[in-house]
């Protein structure tokens, strides 16, 4: 069965830092995978997505990820994190509907 | 584009009433999908209309729970009758073409006391 894995429930970064935030998934065929943002108190906001191609994906606010095939891994990348960056991560995986994995929680320390 | 749209943002209702959410997809969008959020269970999608048709309802609940798209423009997730453990964050997101690239409404916050 599809699934989406997040490893890391709860991150704490400092101001400035580079942040990687994992993500595995299970699925059978070439997967569409998608990063998704949560801030508190709203909705799921599209960070990148991977559908084919080039395996590093750039996004929005200064994201990237990383599709690795041989790892079933898709990681979220930030080079240097700021304030405005703590939010609430979601992974997902497109097969007939979305699978989100379970969130990553990043808090980030001035 | 205004985004989709979803209204009430906030409802708090007693037991055994009635609750009816409300969703605007953004224009030209043909997949609508409606997901309840909550710190116990996370992120859960409820079911998925394509071009208004419901195409997979099996994340609904229980029979209390109905979702209607009447038109293109307009869907509604009705709770009937609403019981304390419904309370949560209700999601209402659209896309174009494919399920995966979805935007979100800012969601219901529904509390059932």
């Known amino acids: 069965a599809q699934s989406v894995t997040q490893p890391d429930i709860h991150i704490t970064v400092s101001e400035g830092a580079s942040l990687e935030l994992r993500c595995n998934y299970s699925y059978g065929a070439t997967p569409y995978l998608f990063w998704y943002v949560q801030s508190p108190g709203q909705g799921l906001q599209l960070l990148l997505k991977?559908?084919?191609?080039?395996?590093l994906v750039q996004g929005i606010k200064g994201f990237e990820a990383e599709f690795k095939r041989s790892q079933s891994s898709f990681n979220l990348r930030k080079p240097s994190v700021h304030w405005s960056d703590a939010a609430e991560y979601f992974c997902?995986?497109?097969?007939?509907?979305?699978?989100f994995g379970t969130g990553t929680r990043l808090q980030v320390f001035p | 584009d205004a985004g989709v749209i979803q209204s009430p943002r906030h409802e708090v209702t007693e037991m055994g009433q009635e609750v009816t959410l409300r969703c605007k997809p953004i224009s030209g969008h043909d997949y609508l999908f409606w997901y309840r959020q909550t710190m116990m269970r996370g992120l859960e999608l409820l079911i998925y209309?394509?071009?208004?048709?419901?195409?997979?309802d099996s994340g609904m609940p229980e029979d209390r729970f109905s979702a209607k798209m009447p038109n293109a423009s307009f869907s509604t997730l009705k709770i009937q009758p609403s019981e304390p453990r419904d309370s949560a964050v209700y999601f209402c997101?659209?896309?174009?073409?494919?399920?995966?690239?979805?935007?979100f409404g800012p969601g219901t916050r529904l509390t059932v006391t």
């Open positions: 997902a995986v497109n097969t007939d509907k979305l699978i």
């Open positions: 997101a659209s896309s174009f073409g494919t399920p995966g690239e979805q935007y």
């Open positions: 209309f394509n071009n208004n048709v419901p195409i997979d």
């Open positions: 991977y559908f084919s191609g080039d395996t």
